[in-house]
């Protein structure tokens, strides 16, 4: 088949083309993903002009928002941390602010310390260190008061990458990335009003990687001639 001119000329994506994935875990939940990359530049100033002579260029910053819709569970969390996940992300919790319920408790996943982990995750009683051993000058000792957790508050959530994939009915494949994600804030609300319910989050990123075209899946697989 011989596409048109017109359809191999440009190629736009709408919401309905795009998949996003976090990890190997393509999120069915996800509403809506946006953006935004901004930088410090200031002018310099010399006597004698008014104008600036250049402009000195300062720290970048990446932050956006995520939007998920809300079903029976909190969604983000249970995309990543939860019980069907077969690969969670634990963060290293404090054992003092440990929540039991949350305690890692397979084989696989034993807190860094030798306190045990009980049937409901309640960790065994931890001797009192002598003062010059709470000093933690002995690195092998300096992780003893910590121990491997689900995350219970989604800013506890280790960074991860969000991937963006498009792929239009022509054919046209696109891809971009979202590096680093740390969440800051999240919130959602109920209404009387409301069809449906919404949770949004607010992350800041490491870096961007841009769209980036990736041919057209049609002409690969030799149903498209030029």
Same mark, same amino acid.
């Given at each position: ?67 998920? @819709? ?19 992300? =634990? ?10 319920? =949350? &305690? ?28 010059? &051993?709470?000093? !933690? ?11 491997? &957790? @689900? ?5 506890q959530i280790p960074p991860f990458d969000v991937v963006?994939?498009?792929?239009? !009915? =022509?054919? &046209? ?8 994600? !740390? ?17 949004? =989050? ?25």
């Amino acid at each position: 088949m011989t596409a048109s001119t017109f359809s191999r000329g440009y190629n736009s994506f709408s919401g309905v083309d795009i998949k996003a994935t976090i990890g190997q875990r393509a999120i069915g939940t996800l509403q809506g993903i946006s953006y935004q990359v901004s930088r410090e530049k200031a002018p310099i100033y010399t006597m004698g002009s008014p104008d600036p002579r250049a402009f000195a260029r300062g720290k970048r910053a990446i932050a956006g928002s995520l939007v998920f @819709i809300q079903f029976n569970a909190e969604p983000l969390m249970e995309e990543l941390c939860g019980p069907d996940v077969p690969n969670k992300l =634990y963060f290293l919790s404090d054992i003092d602010d440990m929540r039991p319920e =949350y &305690a890692s408790s397979t084989v696989d996943d034993m807190p860094v310390n030798t306190a045990t982990v009980g049937p409901v995750g309640a960790t065994s009683a931890v001797t009192p260190a002598s003062p010059a &051993a709470e000093q !933690e000058s002995n690195v092998s000792t300096a992780g003893s008061d910590q121990m491997a &957790a @689900i995350p219970w508050y989604p800013d506890q959530i280790p960074p991860f990458d969000v991937v963006l994939t498009a792929a239009n !009915e =022509y054919g &046209a494949l696109a891809i971009m990335k979202i590096l680093g994600v !740390e969440l800051l804030n999240n919130g959602t609300g109920v209404s009387i009003d409301d069809i449906v319910c919404e949770h949004s =989050y607010t992350y800041v990123a490491r870096a961007i990687v841009p769209w980036t075209a990736q041919g057209n899946k049609l002409a690969m697989e030799g149903y498209l001639t030029e």
